[in-house]
T-cell receptor
Framework: NAGVTQTPKFQVLKTGQSMTLQCAQD?????MYWYRQDPGMGLRLIYY???????DKGEVPNGYNVSRLNKREFSLRLESAAPSQTSVYFC??????????????FGNGTRLTVT | AQSVTQPDIHITVSEGASLELRCNYS??????LFWYVQSPGQGLQLLLK??????LVQGIKGFEAEFKRSQSSFNLRKPSVHWSDAAEYFC???????????FGKGTMLLVSP
């Protein structure tokens, strides 16, 4: 049982380049999330998708776009990468949106460096 | 606005000693409370959760946490720490009607021999 799978694991970009981070879950969860983790900042929500066909901004959405491709997949796109986007990115999923019995299940992260 | 505070950035505990990690929250609604653990290079793993009922909840790996409404706290405890417990620990809070969880900034646990 793979759970939440993120690709790639590592990526180095130059300023201005674009890329897409991929995320897929095999738990039939309705809700999916993208977080970034920076030292001393904890986890900050970038975007989330409460259900297939919907997406909403989180705490730090600027510079990012997302696509909920289907129930399984939720991608995060950086259109023009900036050094401030150097971070570790985590995808997560849950049965329902932050509900009573819906803990988040996390992938292992993508470590992105923008030079 | 909702917030979660983990007052300790780093804690060092001797192997075999007891552990308590602090978490305080500010939420307008009845909270749902979680503790997650993150080992180096890994994603976050759920340790335990509290929704309602008994205020002392048991989790995996011998951890427990107690919800104290009067103190707005949900502290994580373990009677005897093992070297493999060295990791970063995150408290998170949610509530019905809120779409996402709010995470604290984490506490890094170091275990000394």
């Amino acid at each position: 049982n793979a759970g939440v799978t993120q690709t790639p694991k590592f990526q180095v970009l130059k300023t201005g380049q674009s890329m897409t981070l991929q995320c897929a879950q095999d738990m039939n969860h309705n809700s999916m999330y993208w977080y970034r983790q920076d030292p001393g900042m904890g986890l900050r929500l970038i975007y989330y998708s409460a259900s297939e066909g919907t997406t909403d901004k989180g705490e730090v959405p600027n510079g990012y776009n997302v696509s909920r491709l289907n129930k399984r997949e939720f991608s995060l796109r950086l259109e023009s990468a900036a050094p401030s986007q150097t971070s570790v990115y985590f995808c997560a999923s849950s049965e329902e949106v932050a509900g009573v019995n819906s803990p988040l299940h996390f992938g292992n992260g993508t470590r992105l460096t923008v030079t | 606005a909702q917030s979660v505070t983990q007052p300790d950035i780093h804690i060092t505990v001797s192997e075999g000693a007891s552990l308590e990690l602090r978490c305080n929250y500010s939420y307008g609604a009845t909270p749902y409370l979680f503790w997650y653990v993150q080992s180096p290079g890994q994603g976050l793993q759920l340790l335990l959760k509290y929704f309602s009922g008994d205020t002392l909840v048991q989790g995996i790996k011998g951890f427990e946490a107690e919800f104290k409404r009067s103190q707005s706290s949900f502290n994580l405890r373990k009677p005897s720490v093992h070297w493999s417990d060295a990791a970063e620990y995150f408290c998170a809070v949610g509530a019905r009607g809120y779409s996402t969880l709010t995470f604290g900034k984490g506490t890094m646990l170091l275990v000394s021999p």
